[in-house]
């Protein structure tokens, strides 16, 4: 059960995760341009030599540049091949919630060498994460359990616990997040991303965003379009102003639904040592009848946190290992353990201090975003609908989370993504996609218009740019960031 186990640190230390005034304009998030940089060795191990760290200081809040500051951790490995430069390549995490600071080293590496000749490589760490100024909400230990984070409802449909989850974090929030927890929103990332820009001397920006990082690049590219050079959105969330976070959970619907029958595919392939049926068409109702005896019977799971198995970390385990293909090993070594009544050891969590800071700046950035309802009715009948059109994925992806009882009103309205700018951002998007499927993708593409163009890959898993997507997709990416030659038109890599 090794892969269940190292699987998990990952994904609990990433699943952390998910009065209105005038958007403030680009003018004033440049007001006061940052100083240079002042790059050093980077803390930390495992790291390229050549990666430097540096901080800017950007402000709290925007609408008051001049009052209180906070520290941007910003990293970076410079050009190979500085006659071939041509700018700096941003790397802008997921989450949210994510890191990008040590992507240069990582992720990073793996650019092709004419891309990694034409740009330094920029990570860092978002605002309220990591070494940027941080920011915690001192949660209950169990509340930092992913299938507490994520909103399952219980066994029977009930959204009562959920609700009061929702009330004692946002009042953790409150009581601990200080100010900062209230100027957390994406808005206020893409800003600090200019200041970043403006501190590293270039006229304009490329980018590289992922996941959570898409709707960010396109945030950014909607306030600052002329700031922007060529940007790459690599697994794309879906941008509608009017839902924003809350049309991310509603995803996974989709998400789960395009990518279940490929775990069941591979789970029922003779030969497989993890082969849980003879019949693909056996896995999906293998699975439901195994959450509902598990929300029934719960095993203990010392160590673990919750510290039993039951339906629903079954299910967050099963919506977990649906982001890869390298994931369908961990799901279904933990159905047959679940089986047979007996569990691996509990995977050792990442540090607490870690799980704090993350989830209180996903929980910061869903909530400021935009204002969610308030009473349990605007969600009950949703997950009603869900549970019995979706029944995968329980009724989670339409209830009630932190946001339902956030004690603070967003600052702005949401950024509407509109095809106003220059036509210089590529999509990349996986067809089965657990966690930002192709429809909200879509949506995305749609906004951008002549903005974008959409390249689609017949292939599984979140991430698709030179990860879980296909040679012909890598091409088209690696070919844009080194030449800025996109296809003419939108395009599918079989």
Known sequence: ?????????????????????????????????????????????????????????????????????????????????????????????????GSSLNNPSGKGQKLPQEVRDAYDLIGFDPRGLGRSTQVTCGLEYSDLATSKLRPWPAPDGSITENMATAQRMSDACERNGGELIQHISTANEARDIDRVRAALGERKLSAWGVSYGTYVGAVYSQLFPNRTDRIVLDSNDDPDHTRVSRAWLAGHEAGVEDTFPEFAKWASAPGNPDRLAETADEVRPLFLRLAAKLDREPIPWPGANPAELNGNVLRQTMLDSLYAPSGFPDLAQLILAAQKGTLPPAPPAPPESVLQNVTAVGAGTLCNDIAWPKSAAAYEQGVAESRVKYPLTAGMTRNAMVCAAWPFTPKEPPVRITDRGPSNILLIQNERDVATPLSGALNLRNALGKRATMVTVNSTGHDAYLANGNACGDRTVSHFLATGERPHRDTYCS
């Open 1 to 97: 059960m090794t892969k269940i186990k190292r699987n998990a640190v990952l994904l609990a230390a990433s699943a952390a995760v998910l009065s209105l005034t005038a958007p403030l304009t680009a003018t004033a998030s440049t007001a006061g341009a940052p100083a240079p940089l002042d790059w050093a060795k980077c803390e930390g191990s495992g790291l390229d030599p050549r990666q430097q760290c540096a901080t800017v200081e950007v402000p709290m809040d925007y609408a008051d540049p001049g009052g209180e500051k906070i520290r941007i951790a910003v990293s970076r490995i410079p050009s190979e091949n500085p006659q071939a430069r041509r700018g700096a390549l941003l790397l802008i995490p997921g989450g949210p919630g």
